[in-house]
Structures are given as C-alpha cells and as structure tokens.
C-alpha cells in the first residue's frame, strides 16, 4: 500500500500551491532547465548525424562501394583476372580495375601537379555515379570523354572541349640532365567534363582519363593500383568485405566506404561525443538546481511531513516520497526536452530555418542537415537516468534527516 501512497503524495506536492512563491519558481527553473539541456543534448547529436550522412552521401557518387589496393607497394599485377574472379561473386554487381598516380598537367600557361586516375569509362561508370556530379551534363558523351575536376579546371584554366598535356616521368632508364625532357613521358587528353563531388581530395587536383592513357604514360601492362566494385543493393558491405578479403589472402587491403573515408568519419564521432560529455556535464549543472528546489520543498513542508511521523509514518517512507518527488521533477523536464527536441530536428529536417551562412556559391548546404536516430534518444535517456536516481537519493537523504524522531 506504501508503495502506492508515497508517489501519490509526491505527486500532490508538486502540483499543489506553494506557501511561497520562489518555490515554485525554482521547481519551474529545474524543470526547464532538464528540459532545455535534454533537447539541446537530442538536436546536437542529430545535427552530427546529418553531417555524417551527408557525407556518406556525396561519397555514394564518387567512392566505390568496395576498394581493394595492394597491401605493400603501389601496383599489382594480373589486375583484369582478379576482377574477374571478383565478379564471380554472387553480391558484387560490378568491379573494374584503376590506376591512380601523379602527373604534371599543362594547358597554355598554366601548369600544376594533379593526381591522374585511369579507368574503363563503361565499367567505371556502373560503379560510381560520376554522371551525376558533373557539372556539364549537357556536353559531350560521358563514356567517350576524360573528367577534370573543378579545382583542377579552375587552376588549369580549362572548360570542357580543351585539351591538356599530361608529363609522367619514365619508370625505367636514367634522367638525361643535359635533355631533362626526354625523361618524360607525355600525351594529350580531351577534357569533356568538369566535374565537383564536394569533397576535397577529389575536387582539388583529381583528373580521370582513359586506363589504357594512363597505363602507357606510366609505362605499365597488366597492373593497377586498385580494384573499384560496385555491391548489389541488397548485400552487406561488412560481410562483403570479409568474403573479398578471404578471396584474395593477406596480398590485398579490401576496405568498405567507411574506411575508405575512415578519418573523417572518426573525427565526426570524436566530435560528437566530445559535444554529448559537454552537454552531459551542463545536465548534472541543472541537477543541482532540482535538489534546490527539492530542498526548499522539504523545508516548507516540515509540517506535514511532522503529521505523517505523527500518524506513523516511517522516516524511510517520509524519504521516499522525496525520491519520487526527484524522478518526477527528473521525467518531466527529461521527457519534454526530448519531444521537444525530436520536433525541433523533424521541423529542421523538412523546413531547413536553421540557415548556414556563407557564400552561396562555396556552400555545399544551405541548412544545417539534421538526422535522429533512436540510438541517441536511448543514450540520452541514460544521463537523465542516472542524474534522476542520483538527485532522488541525496533529496530522500536530506528529507529523512529532517524529520523528528
């Protein structure tokens, strides 16, 4: 029976009027005050989910699904055979091999080093969606034309239809100091698109070419320096990569999207988890402002509380209907804060009022993006938790110690 009547009492005092004013006031502030730090805590850790989505999102155009290099050296050999034997595979939908290395790149008077990438444009493009980044959808076939990224376009002055000089030096034989150009191998390209993929290492000096250009000007036969594959829409990426991995022995590092971009993604995590220990240490600053307010209520109902040790009632009782007082005080103003702050992600998500400001034309979103996931709504749930349980001890703690023997 106690166990019903002590929480219906807490509940009665915290709803009737209070003989003073700043009481209630204060009981107010705490609960506001839980409530404001919960939502804040819920639309921060869904802002950092947009961000990494966001992400994952613009390297679902420009990064295979699977990457597989060699685990020593820059290039292996009998590169179309082992794609081959990865196409065999019941989850890959398609992998082609690439060949990626430095280059000098000349277009008039404007020259720079770019990294130079050689694919086969009809397989490349059933593993990335390289269409879809380009800037000039309109020009030319994209399975018939060399891509430049938009750095690469705006340092090289260089518009679809120019073409470009590419220097790779000779891999075999000795430089020739009193003819230093006869070290070089060149060749000419077509660009026929500009394309901007929003991330910087392939904005910044990327240019994609012919496999068989880039492999005569680097002076290689069979050999790539990656396998690129494109995974079926059902398959797991995990499970993918470990079936890859077991396929090709320790000679191969075979990594997933996440990994491929495995330092960004780390550092949105460090990040956001850096921003939930903040905002955690701001909750236990509100929980003091709940055992204040808690501890002025006991105060002014010493009273009351001197009738029920009258009638009976046990000091333990008395404490815990103060312990219930806190997980109320605590529930409210943690369960508030996350519907508010679940609205305020899901208003964010479809309105976007929450504006970034910058140049127009260098952001590459308007609004800051917004995702919530029910893991964050858990974790959050677990500092209310444990700060309720703990403001509910010292609160009952406090309460026993003031009533008479």
């Known amino acids: 029976m106690s166990f019903f009547l002590t929480p219906r009492l807490a509940w009665r ?82 992998a082609t091999p690439t060949m990626t ?111 068989g250009t880039v492999a005569d000007l680097l002076q290689y036969d069979t050999e790539a320096s990656a396998i690129e594959i494109k995974l079926n829409s059902d398959a797991d990426p995990e499970k993918a990569v470990s079936r890859i991995s077991d396929l090709l022995g320790s000679s191969f590092t075979v990594k997933d999207r996440a990994r491929q971009q495995e330092t960004d993604f780390r550092m949105i995590q460090i990040e956001k988890w850096i921003t939930f220990l903040l905002l955690f240490f701001i909750l236990v600053i509100a929980s003091f402002n709940i055992i204040s307010s808690l501890s002025m209520l006991v105060l002014e109902k010493r009273n009351s509380l001197d009738t029920l040790r009258a009638l009976g009632m046990k000091k333990e009782l008395v404490g815990s209907i103060f312990f219930w007082e806190s997980i109320f005080v605590t529930g409210i103003g943690g369960a508030s804060g996350i519907v508010v702050g679940v609205l305020l992600c899901l208003a964010q998500q479809k309105y976007g009022f929450i504006k970034i400001y910058g140049d127009p034309d260098t952001l590459i979103m308007k609004a800051y993006p917004v995702a919530v996931e029910y893991s964050d709504i858990l974790l959050t749930l677990l500092p209310i938790l444990i700060i309720g349980f703990v403001t509910a001890g010292i609160t009952s703690a406090y309460a026993r110690s003031q009533c008479h023997s």
């Not at 966001?54 to 679902?60: A, K, V």
């Not at 990294?115 to 269409?131: A, W």
């Open 101 to 211: 290395d430095n280059a000098l790149a000349i277009a008039g008077s404007h020259e720079m080093p770019v990294t130079l990438k050689g694919v086969v444009n009809e397989d490349y493009n059933k593993v990335v969606e390289l269409c879809s980044i380009l800037l000039d959808k309109e020009q030319n076939s994209p399975s018939s034309a060399s891509y430049a990224s938009i750095g690469a376009a705006s340092a090289l002055h260089i518009y679809p239809g120019d073409n470009l000089v590419i220097f790779a030096p000779k891999r075999h034989g000795r430089v020739n100091m009193a003819n230093p150009a006869a070290s070089f191998i060149t060749d000419s390209i077509f660009i026929g698109h500009i394309f901007q993929s929003n991330q910087k290492r392939f904005d910044e000096n990327l240019v994609i070419t012919d496999y």
């Open 13 to 94: 005092y915290l709803i009737s009027k209070k003989s003073h004013n700043a009481v209630g006031a204060i009981s107010v502030v705490a609960i506001v005050g839980m409530s404001v730090a919960t939502a804040a805590m819920i639309c921060v850790l869904s802002v950092f989910n947009g961000f990494q989505d966001s992400i994952g999102e613009r390297l679902d155009r420009i990064s295979p699904d699977i990457l597989v290099t060699p685990a020593k050296g820059k290039v292996f050999s009998d590169a179309d055979k082992i794609a081959d034997k990865i196409k065999k595979l019941e989850f890959v939908a398609a």
